[in-house]
C-alpha cells in the first residue's frame, strides 16, 4: 500500500523516504530538529522563519526546500517569522534527486490534461505521468482522489503517497483544494527528469518490487 502516515517504521520497506514529519509553530516560536538520518531534506509548507543550520543562517520562505541535517549540527528554527508549517523528511537516497518543493491541485473545469489517458473520473488538469526516481506526495491542506500504481485512494492532512520509478500516478479529482510537498528521490536509469508520458517519452519501465 503506497499511502503511508507520519511515524517510524511506517514507510513500505523499498522506501528511499522513510520517515516524515509535519511540524506546526506559531510565530515567535523556536525548533530543533533532533536528528534521525542519514539524510534530511526540510520543505517550508507555510510561512517564513530564520533557519540555521551548517553553521550559516539563511532567511527561508515558502516553498524553500534545504538538506540541511547532518548528526553533528542538529538544523534548528532559530525564530519562526509567522505562523509556520515545516515538512521534514528523513531516508537514504542518492546525491542526485529530482525535484522537490510544492505543489497544488483545483478542480479544473477548462482543464487541458497532457498526460497520459486514464479510464477512471477525472476533474483537475493534473497530468497522469511517471518518473526516472521514486516520488512521495505529503498532503498538507485539502482532500482528494490519488491514483497510484492504478489504484485509488481517498488523501487527507498528513497522508504520504509513495510512488515507485515507472508507475504512473495522477491527482484525477479533489473535494477541497489541494496543497502538498512533492519530493522525487534518486534518479534512475535514464535519469530524465519532471513528469514523463507515454506518448511523448517513451513506455514506462514501472519497479514491479515498489509496491
Known sequence: MPVFRSGQGLAPKWCE???????????????????????????VGQGRCRLGFGGQTVTAEEGANFECQTAEEPCQVQKALSEMTLVRMCGHW??????????????????????????????????NHYHDCDEYWIVLEGRGIAVSEGKSYQVGPGDCIATG?????????????????????????????????????????????RI
Open 94 to 127: 542518492g546525491d542526485k534527486t529530482g525535484g522537490c518543493g510544492l505543489f497544488a491541485v483545483v478542480e479544473d473545469d477548462e482543464r487541458m490534461d497532457q498526460g497520459d489517458p486514464v479510464d477512471y473520473p477525472k476533474t483537475t488538469g493534473f497530468d
Open 17 to 43: 523516504m522513510e520517515y516524515f514529519e509535519i511540524v506546526i509553530l506559531s510565530a515567535g516560536a523556536s525548533h530543533t530538529f533532533e536528528f534521525i538520518g542519514p539524510k534530511e531534506r526540510l520543505v
Open 165 to 209: 520509478m515507472g508507475h504512473h500516478h495522477d491527482f484525477p479529482q479533489v473535494f477541497e483544494p489541494v496543497k502538498a510537498v512533492f519530493f522525487e528521490t534518486t534518479t534512475e536509469g535514464q535519469k530524465r527528469g519532471g513528469h514523463l508520458w507515454e506518448h511523448t517519452h517513451g513506455p514506462a519501465q514501472p519497479q514491479q518490487d
